[in-house]
């Protein structure tokens, strides 16, 4: 004998229903039995509708309407015309049966447990119905069997217990005198006084069981919407996937713990009669799914990672708990006199404090109670009011493989710890089964993700960018992260998904992650306006692990906006210099944040693009290296102009050309300026540790003073010819002692400075050509030749690398 179990979602619509008549066709050949769930949604609106007339509200007559025509459309959509009126005169007649009790409830308004029990039953009952008469039609020897006949429970409405004894009696009894195929309501079953009672929402499972365990089948298939039991709820892991096999202790712990995919106690008759539970997916019919049986399996630390929303945390505590023995027994004691199921425990070896976890609905009841229980002690100031928090959830990895291995919390706080997630308390379970920890409901897919990454992707690491900036730079970095996608993924194990790109006009997000090269022109045609506050709050509401913000703008509002996003521990990537060259108040700040958070902030790109400057001069301080002076050539525009000013050329016509190959900013006047260069030797000297501020720095602004201010591109041009003889001059006193103008940082005995100066033909600097950055760092180790780091120092290629460079450093900090 096998049990077949159809849920809700698989019997949602006719043709679904139709799909799950074929399923079910090789069985019938050999003994099996099919319960069904209610069609999906039904339950849910079977307690609306009579919340609605509870509430007084008259609408609760449409919604019954609209429930029924959806049972009477699915009678007329499978089975065939002739047979039709009989079978929607007894769907009919059910539903005036349920118009009747939905009256009384909303004349009396009043709807006991009991009535609502009654109320949910009209789910199953219609359901298997229909399919049982759609199966007749079809030339099926198949029969309705109303579970109520024959499961029989306490009267605990909404839970009710089942008395296994006459149940099982009751079962094979009917079994021996029907040979049809049964089909049977799940969820629903009648106390001994014959009132209709349910088992629970989504009981069905347990349903299906219970024929299982009385009938001792050989299996038992649980049939849903997904291929089997997964590593964790694939609604909120996209990542989850098939665990094969697992043992009925796991099943049942993760189902405790929130994982929707099977009823807790559907594996209790199951493991008493050692029938496997399979769990198969109605919409991939082929897949073999999970088997949930005695043995647990291969070596795997943990099988999956579940999560359970609502729930609120009751701290008592106070001096009156300190070793009072029976304290918890009240306590206990008293939560369940109000029927308040605990969900986890944890308390402090200090025994100062008690933390319990409940559903949030009892939260207040339970609060009410503990203090009624403890009034003397609270007056007496021996113990505390009781602390409730809310808006929680609890996360739990569950495993048989995690006992007797050290190391399955540490991994599981520290996932947690790298992405900012506070946990609010930890339980383990005695069987060493389980660990769980209370984190805050907005917390929870992050936490699950970043779990199920730790655990079961532990060397494949996926970071979620969001890019702001489509410039030259940030292009360059999409096309990059396509090209080495694939590469990434197989050699470092790195997944980049792009979840948001922005400019200053449009935003677009995609959690998924946008399809990267067409990215842009997608943000351009269908992004929303764009402004930094509601791109934070999106991107703060989507709550990714390994969130990393990607500023590849100049701009410096978008700096302004660091703090608050390191402080959500977002880390952050950019070649922006705003940040670093502000206040030394506002980079001390962002350094701090950033430790205290746990965040990564990386801008290697700030000084020579995509050469490794920052990072090196970071690694000889780490090392216990001194600064002794820094000396570079910091601009690659700056060089590129310098090195091409040569004999016989105008300096007006070598700064047009630089402009016209696109190696200056659009107002050229920028590079001449100088500002930008102190901006970068600035940020190296706060690197060395100097508390400097742009003002301390003597800046040489190249740019004569008539050629400043307010004037159009050919006025400065036409404005600095004027001073071509100056910088000729400039140039021929160099040219004459064999020296070269170069355009110097300078960091040394704390002071910096930047300006035009001559090398001679010995120095470093002298043949320094194209665009190319130089920097010289004499330290106390690098002392009689300075370490020298030379190349492409400017261009968005180069940058682009630099910022992508960072982008996987952090990515494997994270690992
Ligand atoms: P049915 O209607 O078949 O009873 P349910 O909705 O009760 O289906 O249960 C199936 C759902 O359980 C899935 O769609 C999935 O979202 C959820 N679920 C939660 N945790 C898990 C898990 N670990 N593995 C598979 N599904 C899970
Ligand atoms: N129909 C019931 C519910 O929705 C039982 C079930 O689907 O298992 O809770
Ligand atoms: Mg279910």
Redesign the pocket.
């Given at each position: 004998m096998k049990i077949l179990k159809f849920?809700?979602s698989s019997v949602a619509t006719p043709a679904r229903i139709q799909s799950v008549i074929e399923i079910t066709k090789p069985y019938l050949g050999s003994d099996v039995a099919i319960v069904f769930?209610?069609f999906g949604g039904?339950?849910?609106q079977l307690i609306q509708i009579s919340t609605l007339a509870l509430e007084g509200n008259l609408e609760y007559k449409q919604k019954l309407e609209q429930l029924q025509k959806r049972h009477l459309d699915a009678v007329r959509e499978l089975i065939g015309v002739q047979k039709q009126s009989g079978i929607l005169a007894q769907v009919k007649i059910k539903i005036n049966e349920l118009e009747d009790v939905l009256h009384g409830v909303y004349l009396v308004k009043e709807r006991t447990a009991r009535t609502l029990d009654y109320i949910?039953s009209f789910?199953?009952r219609l359901s298997a119905y229909i399919i049982a008469e759609v199966m007749k039609d079809q030339g099926i020897a198949a029969e309705y069997l109303d579970a109520r006949t024959v499961i029989r429970t306490d009267n605990q409405y909404g839970y009710a217990k089942v008395d296994f004894e006459t149940t099982n009696k009751q079962i094979i009894d009917h079994f021996k005198h029907h040979q049809d195929v049964q089909i049977i309501t799940?969820?629903i079953a009648t106390s001994e006084s014959g009132e209709t009672t349910t088992l629970g929402?989504?009981?069905?499972?347990y349903t299906a069981a219970i024929f299982a365990g009385a009938l001792h089948a050989s299996d038992l298939e649980i049939w849903t919407d997904v291929d089997g039991m997964m590593t964790a709820d694939p609604r909120l892991v996209k990542k989850a996937f098939t665990v094969p096999q697992m043992s009925y202790e796991e099943a049942m712990e993760l189902s405790h713990f929130g994982a929707k995919v099977i009823?807790p106690a559907t594996m209790q008759p199951a493991m008493i009669n050692h029938i496997p539970i399979w769990i198969k997916n109605t919409f991939n019919p082929g897949f073999v799914g999970t088997v949930i049986h005695a043995e647990s399996s291969n070596g795997k630390l943990i099988k999956g990672i579940s999560s359970m929303n609502n729930v609120s945390l009751l701290n008592v505590q106070g001096s009156g708990l300190l070793g009072v023995v029976g304290v918890s027994m009240r306590l206990f004691a008293t939560l369940a006199r109000e029927k308040v199921s605990v969900i986890l425990i944890s308390q402090a070896s200090s025994e100062h404090s008690i933390c319990i976890a409940i559903e949030s609905q009892y939260a207040r009841v339970a609060k009410t109670a503990i203090e009624k229980e403890f009034v003397n002690e609270i007056r007496n100031e021996e113990i505390d009011e009781v602390q409730v928090e809310g808006e929680l959830s609890i996360v739990a990895v569950v495993g048989d493989g995690m006992k007797h291995s050290p190391g399955t919390s540490g991994r599981m706080f520290a996932a947690l710890g790298k992405n900012g997630i506070n946990v609010a308390a930890i339980a383990q379970g005695s069987s060493e089964r389980n660990i769980s920890a209370v984190v805050k409901q907005a917390d929870v897919a992050k936490a699950l993700n970043a779990l199920h990454e730790a655990f079961f992707l532990s060397d494949r690491k996926v970071l979620n960018l969001f890019l702001v900036g489509t410039g030259l730079i940030g292009t360059a970095l999409i096309n990059m992260i396509e090209e080495q996608f694939a590469k990434l993924a197989s050699e470092n194990l790195l997944e980049v998904n792009v979840v948001a790109v922005a400019n200053s006009k449009k935003m677009l997000f995609d959690e998924n992650g946008l399809s990267l090269k067409k990215s842009i022109n997608d943000m351009k045609e269908k992004g929303e306006a764009m402004n930094m506050y509601s791109f934070m709050a999106k991107m703060f509401s989507l709550n990714l692990p390994n969130s990393i913000f990607v500023d590849c703008t100049s701009s410096q509002e978008v700096t302004d906006f660091y703090e608050a996003i390191l402080t959500a521990n977002i880390s952050i990537v950019t070649p922006n210099k705003k940040a670093n060259s502000g206040s030394h108040e506002k980079y001390r700040l962002l350094r701090s944040t950033a430790f205290k958070r746990g965040a990564k902030f990386f801008y290697e790109t700030n000084v020579g693009a995509g050469l490794p400057v920052i990072n090196t001069l970071n690694d000889l301080l780490l090392s216990g290296d001194k600064v002794i002076s820094i000396e570079g050539v910091l601009s690659g525009t700056l060089n590129y102009i310098f090195s091409t000013f040569t004999e016989g050329k105008k300096f007006s016509e070598v700064v047009k050309e630089a402009k016209a190959k696109g190696y200056t900013e659009p107002d050229p006047r920028d590079d001449l300026s100088g500002l930008d260069v102190a901006r970068k030797i600035l940020i190296l000297s706060r690197e060395a540790g100097l508390s400097l501020e742009l003002a301390d720095i003597h800046i040489q602004n190249l740019v004569p003073a008539d050629c400043q201010g307010d004037m159009s591109g050919d006025q400065f041009f036409s404005a600095l010819q004027k001073h071509d003889a100056e910088f000729e001059k400039l140039r021929a006193q160099a040219a004459a002692k064999k020296e070269k103008l170069r355009y110097k940082a300078v960091l040394c005995d704390g002071k910096v400075k930047v300006e035009l100066g001559s090398v001679t033909e010995q120095h470093p600097f002298y043949s320094l050509s194209g665009s190319d950055n130089i920097i010289l760092l004499t330290t106390e180790r690098y002392q009689e030749r300075p370490m020298v780091i030379r190349g492409p120092g400017a261009g968005a290629a180069v940058t682009a690398a630099g910022v992508f460079a960072d982008i996987i450093r952090i990515g494997h900090y994270t690992k």
């Open positions: 849920g809700g769930s209610a039904v339950t849910d949910m789910g199953e799940g969820f929402r989504s009981g069905s499972d009823f």
